[in-house]
């Protein structure tokens, strides 16, 4: 039988820009077998490198696409407010980046830093900012943020505490009346004798006294012991949170008990929910 290929019009095969023109193979077995391996090799090789091409493209659009993530891109403090900014035993980076803040509107920084409600409505815009690109990779930046506004914070309430000679709290506390679920913990061995939290099915409601960014103060329906671990589920904002915590004390007033609670783990997320809950941010 005699095989015979025609190919009408020259065509070149990328990159290597090879032509090919009018092929008759006739009827010898090698030369066909030789024919279509040639076909499979150039059809692979064209394939490749069009998924190269396609990976290289889509690795450019990547890189775009993290670049145009908003991040805190500030430049180093400047001398003239260096000072005003060290009082509150921050680092170089936090001092511009609350410079960087306080300038954002055109504002003078040093004259915001001493007045707190220009400065309040500057990080509440600049956080609210942050957070309605909805990126996680804004969680750290929002904390660091706020870190820098608590420090803030204690500087003043260190200098109150002066006059009335009473310690300054770590961080702020927001009262508040908002329904939380407790779920008590254990500690237990595996078979390698690791130690791990497990949570239990002894459960409760409670009612929130206070919270702040290092614990909160709890009423809670059934009595507990100081020392346990417990799991404190709730909703602030809008938003569900969970957070480890073991009970330091307990203030027990008739039939009514209120525990204290240091949080033991807490996510980035929670601690800037409740940050922005105590700022009313």
Request: proline fraction near 2%; aromatic fraction near 8%.
């Amino acid at each position: 039988m005699l095989y015979t290929i025609f190919i009408s019009k020259t065509f070149q095969i990328l990159p290597l820009q090879s032509t090919l023109k009018l092929f008759e193979i006739k009827d010898d077995p090698k030369n066909v077998i030789a024919f279509v391996v040639i076909i499979v090799i150039a059809v692979a090789a064209i394939t490749f490198m069009a998924r190269s091409k396609k990976f290289q493209q889509s690795s450019i659009m990547q890189q775009g696409k993290l670049s145009s993530k908003k991040s805190i891109n500030v430049q180093k403090v400047t001398s003239d407010f260096w000072p005003h900014a060290a009082k509150y035993s921050l680092t170089k980076r936090e001092a511009s980046i609350l410079e960087h803040i306080l300038k954002k509107d055109g504002d003078d920084p040093v004259s915001a830093l001493k007045d707190i409600k220009l400065l309040d409505e500057q990080f509440k815009r600049y956080i609210q900012e942050l957070d309605r690109s909805g990126e996680d990779d804004n969680l750290n930046e929002i904390a660091e943020v706020f870190a820098i506004r608590n420090a803030i914070d204690f500087f003043i309430s260190s200098a109150q505490s002066k006059k009335t000679n009473k310690a300054p709290r770590s961080h702020r506390r927001k009262n508040i009346d908002d329904t939380c679920y407790i779920t008590e913990v254990d500690s237990v061995k595996d078979k390698s004798g690791t130690k791990k939290l497990v949570l239990t099915n002894r459960k409760c409601e409670g009612n929130f006294i206070n919270i702040s960014l290092g614990g909160c103060a709890i009423q809670p329906e059934k009595s507990l012991k100081v020392g346990r671990l417990i799991k404190i589920d709730c909703s602030i904002k809008r938003q569900r949170l969970g957070v480890l915590g073991q009970i330091l004390r307990i203030n027990v007033d008739g039939r009514k008990s209120i525990i204290h609670i240091k949080y033991l783990k807490i996510t980035k997320k929670a601690q800037n929910i409740i940050n922005s809950l105590i700022f009313n941010y």
